[in-house]
């Protein structure tokens, strides 16, 4: 079903591999709660939030740890990263040099206008986007004193002010978000914002609070908007597990003709230096043989055994390969090996049984050899190439010496 409503046209930016505004669909957005500095914590709840249709993720950058994580995060995690920056510039530019796909900068927070060119500078420099994020509850005590509190157009100003230090040094990949707690002031804010830029805009709001009033109170100011043609990527901002804030924004959209409904489910990692298979065509040929099937589960393609499985489990069944053999496995577990040219064929009899008897049925079936072979193929890949093939740790090393000067 096509929306009846005209979506308001924008630049579009890219947030790694998932295009923001233009004629892209709208992408919906999540936040890890781990502490980011749990590498092994933090991917699993990224697969999680990919499972649950979320497109694009965002991890906060508080600390020289976490900076240090994104560096191992970002080369294995399934959705394009976005680093949260709270008070330090400088963990902006370490965040830059994990790799990240995009900064969210408070304006409420960083305001020297040195540090904010500095960022934006390098940001151009890497052709990497920024969110400029204003909060309500962040809002520089200037702007707040001027305008006679947190309203709208205080929000507005202050997006506009950070703009204006973006441009000076010559940088627009920007998309902007002016969010509050309270609806009525969120949906105005950027009812305003939409009338003085063409930046693609970033929907929610704020601490929306725990279900259901929080879904309530998300779903009211977004789809207000977006019946609008205001929006081109949302986030609901629950008290909750963060699978439930994608799961609503997915949703919403369906709900609205805004994105199709899924059935399969299926979920692939990016290809880093571990993988030893073309991810890519691996998942392509398993996304064929199982459209068909009319299965409702999740199915993870992962090119590497070392990490693949672990990093998967809450998929209901997966495959990751490793010297020329598939490790099929079910939530994180492993029940067969089979030679790399039969491991989608086996992962479509696995998904059938999975969904015909139920997990226990096809965990029954597993071969009491599986997890021993898979542990030796996972030693040996260590063995071979390391236990940092993505060369994070080099990453992490300039981390270290950025946040130090």
């Known amino acids: 079903m096509s929306p009846t409503y005209q979506r308001r046209r924008t630049r579009q930016i890219q947030v790694g591999t998932v295009p923001v505004g233009g004629d892209a669909p709208i992408s919906i957005q999540s936040m890890t709660i781990t502490k980011t500095a749990d590498v092994d914590g933090t991917l699993a709840q990224i697969y999680a939030l990919a499972g649950a249709g979320c497109d694009i993720v965002r991890c906060t950058c508080n600390e020289p740890e976490a900076a240090e994580g994104l560096a191992r995060i970002v080369p294995r995690s399934p959705l394009p990263v976005v680093a949260d920056i709270h008070f330090q510039y400088k963990l902006a530019l370490a965040a830059l040099d994990a790799g990240v796909h995009q900064l969210r900068l408070n304006p409420g927070n960083i305001r020297k206008p040195e540090h904010i060119k500095l960022v934006a500078s390098e940001a151009r420099d890497r052709g990497i986007s920024c969110r400029i994020g204003v909060n309500a509850g962040s809002l520089d005590p200037e702007l707040y004193e001027r305008f006679g509190g947190p309203t709208a157009a205080a929000m507005v100003e202050s997006a506009k002010k950070e703009i204006g230090y973006f441009e000076e040094v010559g940088y627009d990949l920007i998309e902007i978000s002016v969010k509050s707690s309270n609806v009525a002031v969120m949906i105005e804010a950027y009812r305003q914002l939409a009338d003085v830029t063409d930046h693609p805009l970033h929907l929610g709001v704020t601490e929306a609070g725990p279900i259901p009033q929080g879904l309530v109170k998300a779903t009211a100011g977004i789809a207000t908007l ?18 439930e804030e994608a799961r609503a924004g997915r949703q919403l959209l369906e709900s609205m003709g805004l994105r199709e409904r899924r059935g399969l489910d299926l979920i692939a990692c990016p290809s880093c230096g571990r993988a030893e298979i073309d991810v890519i065509a691996v998942a392509d040929a398993a996304q064929r043989a199982l459209d068909g099937l009319n299965l409702p589960i999740q199915v993870a393609v992962m090119g590497c055994v070392v990490n693949g499985p672990g990093e998967a489990r ?4 997966g495959i990751a390969a490793g010297r020329k053999r598939g490790h099929l496995f079910i939530k994180g577990e492993v029940v067969r090996v089979v030679p790399e040219d039969a491991m989608v064929d086996e992962l479509v009899r696995l998904a059938q049984l999975y969904v015909k008897d139920g997990p226990e049925a096809a965990l029954a079936q597993a071969d009491p050899t599986a997890a021993a072979e898979a542990e030796a193929d996972r030693a040996a890949l260590l063995d071979d190439r390391g236990a940092d093939a993505n060369a994070s740790e080099e990453r992490v090393e300039l981390i270290r010496k950025r946040v130090q000067t």
Do not use: H, Q, V, W
Request: proline share 5%; no cysteine.
């Open 226 to 243: 977006l019946a609008e043609g205001i929006g081109d990527t949302i986030r609901y901002s629950l008290t909750a597990d963060p699978a």
């Open 314 to 317: 809450s998929a209901d069944i």
